[in-house]
């Protein structure tokens, strides 16, 4: 089984301004989607970017301070 692991990389670098327009984003990731589709069934590939994209999820959690008021 091949990692998307680069994939997703490969797009969260590409994220470096921030704010991003709705438009500039969603092409972005359409065409990570689709060049990583391929790569495995497409079970897989589902079961594979939900799980990195949860795991990035959790990771941004650890970092940003969590404001209870």
């Known amino acids: 089984m091949v990692s998307l692991q680069p ?3 490969s797009l969260l670098s ?3 301004k921030s704010p991003i ?3 500039e ?3 972005l990731v359409g065409k990570t989607l689709k060049s990583s589709a391929s790569q495995s ?3 897989n590939w589902k079961s594979q970017w939900e ?3 949860k795991d990035e999820i959790f990771k941004l959690a650890v970092r940003v301070p969590f404001d209870s008021s």
């Open 7 to 9: 994939s997703l990389d």
């Open 14 to 16: 590409s994220l470096t």
């Open 21 to 23: 327009s709705k438009l």
């Open 25 to 27: 984003l969603e092409t």
């Open 41 to 43: 069934s497409p079970e």
């Open 51 to 53: 799980y990195l994209l």
